[in-house]
């Protein structure tokens, strides 16, 4: 029998967020935290609104954007049930910032960065062959505003974003452009991560000041190699979770 597990309070409703968003993100990090495991099943519709002090519709809504990003789905007679994370749409955007605003789980941190590995230094290597002088000079101006405004601040951060879209543009591949809006979450989500307890240890901008000269100088086998670095120390300082802390000093047991 699957265990119902009661959602607490949520925050006060922002005015950039109407109401049913803000139930959504609030489940939204509860689930990604780990909160609610695969196959629990939330409270019911007329339980949790009245708990909530909401509607009924802005609850319903609310389920709608989870399961419309594969975190939940519900069943007549059932109810409304946590998907197993394999079902999850996990380069979405909200997905990401709602993983990254509790404590993400470390086999998504190391698979998140994997992935951008993956993609990205390819993307490099590609870029350094068929960039444009206009995609050049859209990397140099995010760079310029990442040193200008540093990542502390929305508009560096913006910069940083900006960086990665136009290399990821400056590969003609439509496929791999069409990851820019996940690609830019995760840059986005983890960055802000690393500095939620600390300033960042080190300065990023040199890391991408290399990539970019190796694609100003169509050098594709350095590109991808300096993105592949500028990533791997960008995972060097992330820091380990918390909540993956004290699962390894816990020890495990079965389910019986």
């Known amino acids: ?29 509860a689930i990604t935290a780990g909160e609610y495991l ?13 708990k909530l002090d909401v509607s009924r519709t802005a609850y319903r809504e609310a389920v709608r ?14 109810g409304t049930k946590v ?8 380069l979405d955007p909200d997905v990401l910032a ?7 789980d470390l086999e ?26 206009e995609q050049l000079d859209a990397m140099r101006d995010g760079i310029e ?40 979450a995760a840059v986005n989500a983890t960055t802000v991560f690393k500095q939620r307890e600390r300033p960042l240890p080190r300065d990023p901008v040199p890391d991408h000041l290399r990539v970019f000269q190796a694609i100003a100088d169509r050098d594709a086998p350095r590109a991808q190699q300096e993105m592949s670095t500028l990533i791997h120390l960008a995972r060097q ?14 020890p495990s047991h079965s389910q019986g």
């Open 1 to 29: 029998m699957k265990r119902l597990v009661p959602f607490g309070q949520t925050r006060p409703v922002s005015k950039a967020l109407r109401l049913h968003g803000t139930i959504a993100r609030d489940l939204g990090v």
């Open 38 to 50: 695969p196959g629990d099943l939330l409270i019911g519709e007329i339980e949790s609104s009245e």
């Open 65 to 78: 954007i989870l399961a419309a990003k594969g975190l939940v789905e519900s069943k007549p007679k059932v």
């Open 83 to 90: 998907t197993s994370r394999d079902r999850w749409h996990l």
């Open 98 to 104: 709602w993983a990254f605003e509790g404590e993400p």
């Open 108 to 133: 998504l941190l190391e698979s998140l960065f994997e992935l951008r590995n993956i993609v990205e230094s390819a993307a490099a290597a590609l870029a350094a062959s068929r960039r444009t002088s």
């Open 145 to 184: 505003r990442m040193a200008h405004h540093s990542l502390a601040t929305p508009e560096g951060r913006q910069g940083d974003q900006d960086f990665h879209a136009a290399l990821l543009a400056a590969t003609g591949n439509p496929y791999i452009i069409s990851l820019t809006t996940g690609v830019n």
């Open 237 to 250: 300082d992330t820091p380990v979770p918390q909540r993956s802390k004290a699962r390894a000093r816990r």
